[in-house]
Every structure is written in structure tokens, then in C-alpha cells.
């Protein structure tokens, strides 16, 4: 293959997969523009580890791994923690709408940044627990237990909205 036909297949996969990784970030993040800059950051990696790597055996895999690496460093950012606001409210936040998406993305919310990246990956992606742990550089078992407590985590915040 020549180097424009790898130039090709990287830009089909930009055109053809952003929207799928979109939905993934914003499982990942539960905001619309970091999910936004996300992809543009995972996909600048994977344009850049293709041309710098050769041709990419499965793109597929390798910008999913990149995209749930990039989302995990984000929130290890120390400005990451802190959230800016114009005025301290008096009252607490009101509740999330009932709706079962905002629902399900509020205790996503909730979980640690890898508990995110399994259970996203696990459910969302339909990922194996050997892909999975493959993907993350994890054992199984590891995967499985941040499995195990990121869906204890979710029932108990579903469980306090419908109660």
C-alpha cells in the first residue's frame, strides 16, 4: 500500500466512525463539548500514530484505546477537579430530570474515570471482558471487579432517584 492509500483509509475512518466515538466520549465525559474535544484529540492521535506508525492493523482498536487513555489522563489534571462558577448557590442543584438518559448519564457522573471507561466500554461499546482488559492494560479480574462496583454504584444512584 502506498502512502496515500493509507492517507485514504484514515480519512474514511475519521468520516465514517466520529459520530460512534462521539457517543462514546460523551458517555465517557457527560458533557457535549469536552466530548467535542475528546474526539478531536483522540482522532489528532490517531492521524498522527498512523502516519508516524505506518499502517494501523486495526484503527478500530487503536483509536478506542486512545480515546479511553486520553479521558482517563483528563481527569488526572489537577484544573480537572476544580469547577469554576460565577455566584455560590444557596440552594443545592435541583435534581436530574427523570428522563432515563439523563438519569443513566448523572450516575455515570459518579463513578471513578476507570469504573467509566469499563462499564462504557462493557455496555455501551459491547465490549469482552478480554477486549476490554486488553483495551485499558488491565488484568480481567481487574476489569471485572470495576465492573462489579461501578454497576453497585449505579443501581444505588438510580435506586435514590426512584425511591
Known sequence: MTRTDDE?????????RRAALYRSAYLLCGDRDEADDL?????????????????????????RKTLVNTFIASRRRFWRRERACGDLPDLPEPAVDSDTGLLVNAAL???????????VL????????????????LRENTVKSHTA???????????????
Open 8 to 16: 485514504d483509509d484514515l480519512r474514511a475512518f475519521v468520516e465514517g
Open 39 to 63: 474526539v478531536q484529540s483522540t482522532l489528532v492521535k490517531v492521524v498522527l500514530g498512523g502516519r508516524r506508525h505506518g499502517r494501523l492493523d486495526n484503527i478500530e482498536a487503536y483509536a
Open 109 to 119: 457522573t459518579t463513578l471513578t474515570p476507570k469504573q467509566r471507561a469499563v462499564v
Open 122 to 137: 462493557r455496555f455501551w461499546e459491547d465490549l469482552s471482558v478480554a477486549e476490554t482488559a486488553r483495551l485499558l492494560g
Open 149 to 163: 462496583r461501578g454497576l453497585a454504584a449505579l443501581r444505588v444512584q438510580v435506586r435514590e432517584e426512584f425511591v
